[in-house]
């Protein structure tokens, strides 16, 4: 059956989402500027926390709300696909 490859798929973007955010902060991702990527946006608004908290709130909530978006879908579609749970 499908159904748990598909269920695995969307568990696994919100562990890469959260992957490659953190490799971006820590300067290990995309080394092209002109691609905005999440990790990068928190780590450059790191310095202007202390003025501007909500420009490092703004990255953070997109990964979270991301990362949790996808584990819910997987976690919904594990509960409607798996026979087991009927």
């Known amino acids: 059956s499908l159904s748990p490859v ?3 798929a969307t568990l696994s973007l919100a562990t890469a989402i959260i992957e490659a955010a953190a490799l971006s902060y ?3 991702g995309n ?3 002109a691609v905005p990527e999440w ?9 202007f926390f202390d003025n501007e908290p909500m420009m490092a709130a703004y990255p953070a ?3 979270i709300i991301t990362a949790l978006g996808f584990t819910l879908l997987g976690e919904a579609m594990r509960e409607a696909l798996d026979p087991k749970l009927r």
């Open 61 to 63: 909530i997109g990964i």
């Open 31 to 33: 080394p092209d500027p």
């Open 6 to 8: 598909i269920v695995q």
């Open 26 to 28: 820590l300067g290990l």
């Open 39 to 47: 990790g990068v946006m928190l780590s450059q608004a790191q310095r």
